[in-house]
């Protein structure tokens, strides 16, 4: 169960990325600011939720 929390942190901490380094400056380019700003909001609650579900993985084991 460990190893399935850690892999899902991982995929989510990816995906938090992509959305912050490759979305939200797609959504800039296009001049798009709903999206740029939801890619933001999204990008690092992502990333914070990842970060706290690889803590508490750690903490399990």
Same mark, same amino acid.
């Given at each position: 169960?460990? @190893?399935?929390?850690?892999?899902?942190?991982?995929?989510? +901490?990816?995906? %938090?990325?992509?959305?912050?380094?490759?979305?939200? @400056? &797609?959504?800039? &380019? @296009?001049?798009?600011?709903?999206?740029?700003?939801?890619? @933001?909001?999204? %990008?690092?609650?992502? +990333?914070?939720?990842?970060?706290?579900?690889? +803590?508490?993985? +750690?903490?399990?084991?």
């Amino acid at each position: 169960m460990y @190893r399935v929390l850690a892999y899902t942190s991982a995929l989510s +901490l990816f995906s %938090g990325l992509v959305l912050l380094l490759v979305d939200h @400056r &797609v959504y800039k &380019v @296009r001049q798009m600011p709903k999206e740029q700003k939801y890619a @933001r909001i999204f %990008g690092w609650a992502q +990333l914070s939720l990842a970060i706290v579900s690889f +803590l508490m993985s +750690l903490l399990m084991q």
